[in-house]
């Protein structure tokens, strides 16, 4: 569906006990300057359905509006695969429930969508953070352009969900998300996009994230050892292979030491230095990780490791930032 005004775009929210949050996060879907677009809210079972939370808000500027409930808990990815089935839309923008958009967002994606060609499957911003006063912590700048797939697998990353617009047919070729994964969803769908088209970013930070006490920093550490690591390397590591014995090596250490990042939010001193020698034992080449080894194995400077992990987790540019 579309209008004369451009393609319907369908933002998909996926929530889970957080209607707060979610009320700026609608609020900036509705003040979007672009048209058409709808929204469609994925409630994946919170103890209090959400819809109830919006029955007197306006929402009457949105081309629609659905809110959809899941009866059991499934996970993120299983609430964003949910929106993307029932999405309208030529183009899905993903938002998180505890971020929100600036008003120019959409706009400006979609205009970079038509400079830059059918071959272009996902238009992604740059993230302010902000912390619970609304002061800037930081700004996550990410540049990655074109065929990325090396990159991706080397550990670079194009950041969180809320920054991403995606063609809604590329997302139907590769299958959805995958919702097995405990963490890295992102990491994963960008991998396996990347293989079918071309990014473009946009430098300017039109999407915002707040960190704060809301979060629960490295509580899914096991999660991710357990689950997501195997998983990402079981399907990940034949395409870095495919690329040559060093990418493939770049892509063990770099998801490697993701998983010693983890422990380090998590206060596993012991297993975060485990996972970053192991890196190290997988491409000894890559310099950046014995500086994790030197923090990690000083129990100061652990102590100081975890405390910047935690407040700086998505700042592009300081040592501790995530690639996820």
């Known amino acids: 569906m579309a209008s004369e005004s451009g393609p319907l775009v369908t933002a998909v929210i996926p929530t889970y006990g957080r209607p707060e949050f979610l009320d700026d996060a609608v609020r900036s879907v509705v003040d979007q300057t672009y048209d058409p677009l709808e929204l469609v809210v994925v409630d994946d079972c919170s103890p209090d359905p959400v819809e109830t939370r919006f029955t007197e808000t306006d929402l009457s500027g949105l081309h629609d509006v659905r809110f959809l409930r899941h009866e059991e808990n499934q996970g993120a990815n299983s609430a964003r695969n949910t929106g993307i089935r029932a999405a309208d839309g030529e183009f899905i923008a993903f938002l998180d429930d505890d971020d929100r958009w600036r008003r120019t967002k959409i706009a400006r994606q979609i205009q970079a969508f038509n400079k830059a060609g059918p071959d272009t499957g996902v238009v992604y911003t740059s993230l302010e953070i902000v912390d619970e006063t609304e002061a800037t912590i930081g700004t996550s700048h990410r540049k990655l352009h074109g065929s990325i797939t090396r990159d991706l697998l ?18 139907e070729e590769i299958g959805y998300l995958d919702e097995e994964l405990p963490g890295w969803q992102d990491r994963d769908l960008n991998i396996r996009l990347s293989r079918r088209c071309r990014y473009e970013p946009i430098t300017e930070p039109l999407a915002v994230h707040r960190r704060g006490s809301h979060e629960q920093i490295g509580n899914d550490y096991h999660g991710k050892r357990d689950v997501a690591y195997p998983r990402l390397v079981e399907k990940h590591r034949p395409l870095a292979a495919e690329f040559g014995k060093t990418v493939e090596r770049r892509f063990l250490a770099t998801q490697t030491l993701s998983l010693a990042l983890s422990a380090i939010s998590s206060g596993q001193a012991r297993a975060a230095r485990r996972h970053v020698l192991s890196s190290i034992r997988y491409d000894p080449t890559y310099w950046k990780l014995y500086g994790y080894l030197l923090l990690v194995s000083n129990e100061r400077f652990f102590t100081y490791a975890r405390s910047l992990k935690s407040t700086l987790r998505d700042v ?6 995530t690639s996820g």
């Open 154 to 171: 080397c550990g670079a990353s194009v950041g969180s969900f809320t920054r991403l617009m995606v063609r809604k047919g590329l997302l």
């Open 316 to 321: 592009r540019n300081t040592p501790f930032g």
